[in-house]
C-alpha cells in the first residue's frame, strides 16, 4: 500500500508561483508512473502532469510551459513547479500513482488527500 501526502497549495495572485509537493510512503516502487491532476468545483478532474519511470514527463496544454513535474527519489517526493498562474488554475491539487503513465484518473492506483490552490 502507498500513501501519499501534498502540502504546498494556498493563496496566490495572478502571475505568481507555488510548488506543491506529494511525500511517499509505505510500499513505493520506483516503475510507478507519478501524475498530478486538479479538480474544480463542478468539473472533472484533469491530468496536468505525468512523470515515468524513466524520467519522461509529459504536460497537458493547459499548463505546458508553466508547470514543471519532478521527483527527489531519494527523498520520495514528487513536486510540481507551477509558474505563471492564473484564477483559472484554481481547483484541488492531488498527487498520483500508478502503473500506466496516461490522463485518465482510472489508471492511478494511489491518491493523495488534495492541496487547495485559491487566488486573493
Known amino acids: 500500500h502507498v500513501q501519499l501526502v501534498e502540502s504546498g497549495g494556498g493563496s496566490v495572485q495572478t502571475g505568481g508561483s507555488l510548488i506543491l509537493s506529494c511525500a511517499a510512503s509505505?510500499?513505493?516502487?520506483?516503475?510507478?508512473?507519478m501524475g498530478w491532476f486538479r479538480q474544480a468545483p463542478g468539473k472533472e478532474r484533469e491530468g496536468l502532469a505525468t512523470?515515468?519511470?524513466?524520467?519522461?514527463?509529459a504536460y497537458a496544454d493547459s499548463v505546458k510551459g508553466r508547470f514543471t513535474i519532478s521527483k527527489d527519489n531519494a527523498k520520495k517526493t514528487l513536486y510540481l513547479q507551477m509558474n505563471s498562474l492564473k484564477p483559472e488554475d484554481t481547483a484541488m491539487y492531488y498527487c498520483?500513482?500508478?502503473?500506466?503513465?496516461?490522463?485518465?484518473?482510472?489508471?492511478?492506483?494511489?491518491w493523495g488527500q488534495g492541496t487547495q490552490v485559491t487566488f486573493s
Open positions: 498520483a500513482a500508478g502503473t500506466r503513465c496516461t490522463w485518465e484518473p482510472r489508471w492511478y492506483n494511489y
Open positions: 512523470l515515468d519511470s524513466s524520467g519522461i514527463t
Open positions: 509505505g510500499r513505493t516502487y520506483t516503475n510507478w508512473c
